[in-house]
């Protein structure tokens, strides 16, 4: 059986390319050096590819920074202020994806966004009046060429036109329809280039697919592929399609004149039965993304084989393929030399998932699977008793009963009685929780991390930088304190670290957006609180005070979606276990006489469903009970807050203040404001603080601007349910501007106070 790849992770195995790419933007190394080490990861990835006997190994699936962003850039997507610094062809490039400050001029990077359920962000296209779409750059080739001169024939992979047209953004009135001619014309061009070029096979990746689609959305597709694939020649057109199951086109699809499609089996809870209900022509060949892409886990081999036959049952040329690019898994298992051999037989990263994909094909072929070497191997792992499995969390998640759910007495009682509590003023001004990791604190934690030091001594200093930390928040007059977030630097690892079920690892790091990478750790077993996780920090920085210090916590819900979650059990299960080991934690500060906690939800919009129809049944309806699993044990005097990191919650308003808890803060100062209209209509409960000022950037505002914001809000949210601070964690910040830029905000509410009371 034939397999193939969609694409496959294109850092470099121990991050190169960040490496690379980030000495280039300082100027260390030159541009030849920087193109050099990109073509030896492209090198590498195709000749692992090769070891490993994959049939369709893609090309073009490297990229400087993004893909779409590649595309962007080969359909002549530039905007005028780009392309007006006359800088080269890559650097141009760059200056879209990071913005430019320069002797040539000053713009603004592209927006960037989430892509679809992943961590990955994508740079967002800009078109608008000026844009004249039009194939102009020859990476799709050049790099097929390469691989080519290197003995293979690749499939190149490009983001479809669909896909690109529905995430770009549209300025001066444009819209995509105002593209689709040029479009079309442009992906015909490619079609026919590499049909010059001997190119047997090329990819179109149409993630959009997946989406809740309306029938202008479809009549797009149909429309845009009518065009394209008129012009195709003698070339083979794969349709990719990932993160999930194309329902409410599959039927359209099937009648383009498409010579493969790619469904995702994965992610696709829809896929299997469309292939039944609809069959697969016979003609086409059907790319089955069976082989997960998302996750760090070895295939069951007898179910992938099982779900082949069934598959073949509807469809009679079938590839074994990966459900999406391998970018969203780590390497290589290679470099983990940590990780215990009982754990590490469970993995499989991107080059050992190569090996399922060679061991499966040959296997399907077999009469007699069940006894050969691979599989038998394989269902050992899957046979035998599990590490870390605790009967006792399972049961306690079992037998979690209603009222773990829902806290007493009911929000407005409570925020009348927490009024009386803290006696604070209107506007009360806070932060949202870290202060600037100085490199003195980020020595202090190497310095343990490395053995130099020991815990004592760690925390000795960790100690200090809190007093130091209090002794500044009273100076400047804030109401409610925190501690600083000193003893972590990483809102997920540190709760891991004290979490039983948890594992790490050394290399396993994942693109997150260009030359950032992230490392999530696995969620192996059962999750169970070791110890108090910040008991004693807080307890500390209270004792320093009279003024409130709130605990500071990471939620259930973003500690689930920033790590690598289990397979074998639900993630509402795993949401669950997390919730109680925060509710244990949430318990111990009560008791530590921490009277406000705050639960840091960052994540929790990143992971809700791509169809609207999927968002209460997969995730809302156990996501917010987690939280509030968290917290309905505490006292009607203890308040309890949450923060995100974005304001885009206008559609599920009402989950958001369902988490029930008491104050929210968000990022506020660089959207719309939008929310604030949506809270108002909404009769959203719980108190908010909407951030007032940009934390991104080092810019000090002043008060009047402070003043101004606050003004705003006060139109349209109740003078006795707003709060004041910044967007987000200063811990990227300097002390200098953090110092200033806090003043001021005090200074403002204080201003706004006054002209409240007269
Ligand atoms: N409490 C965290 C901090 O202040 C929140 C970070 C975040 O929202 N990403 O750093
Ligand atoms: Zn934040």
Redesign the pocket.
Known sequence: MYNAVIGFPRVGKLRELKFASEKYFRGEVSKTELKKTALEIRTENWKRQKEYGIHYISSNDFSYYDGMLDTAVLLNAVPECYKKLHLDELDTYFAMARGYQGEAGDVPALAMKKWFNTNYHYMVPELDASTKIALSGTKPFDEFLEAKEQGLLTKPVIIGPFTFLKLARYQARTKAADFTKDICAAYGTILTKFQELGAEWVQFDEPALVTDMTKDDINLAENLYNGILQQKGSVKVLLQTYFGDIRDCYETVLKLDFDGIGLDFIEGRKTMELVKQYGFPKEKVLFAGIINGKNIWKSNYKKVIEQIKEIKEYAENVVLSTSCSLLHVPYTLAYEEKLNPKVKQYFAFAVEKLLELQELSVLTECDDYNNEKECVNNQQVFEQERLYQDIEVKNQVANLSEDMFVRTPERKQRQEIQKKTFGLPSLPTTT?GSFPQTQEVKRNRTNYKRGNIDKAAYDKQVFAFIKECIEKQEEIGIDVLVHGEYERNDMVEFFGENLAGYVFTEKAWVQSYGTRCVKPPIIFGDIKRIRPITVEYSAYAQSLTDKPVKGMLTGPVTILNWSFPREDISLKEMAYQIGIAIREEVLDLEKAGISIIQI?E?ALKEKLPIRKSDWYCEYLEWAIPAFRLCHSGVKPETQIHT???YSEFNDIIHDIDNMDADVISF?ASRSKLTILDAIQESGFETEVGPGVYDIHSPRVPSVDEIVEALQKMLTKIDKNKLWVNP???LKTRGIPETDASLKNMVEAARRVRSQLSC
């Open positions: 949202i840091d960052a923060h995100m990191c990022e967007d987000c964690g």
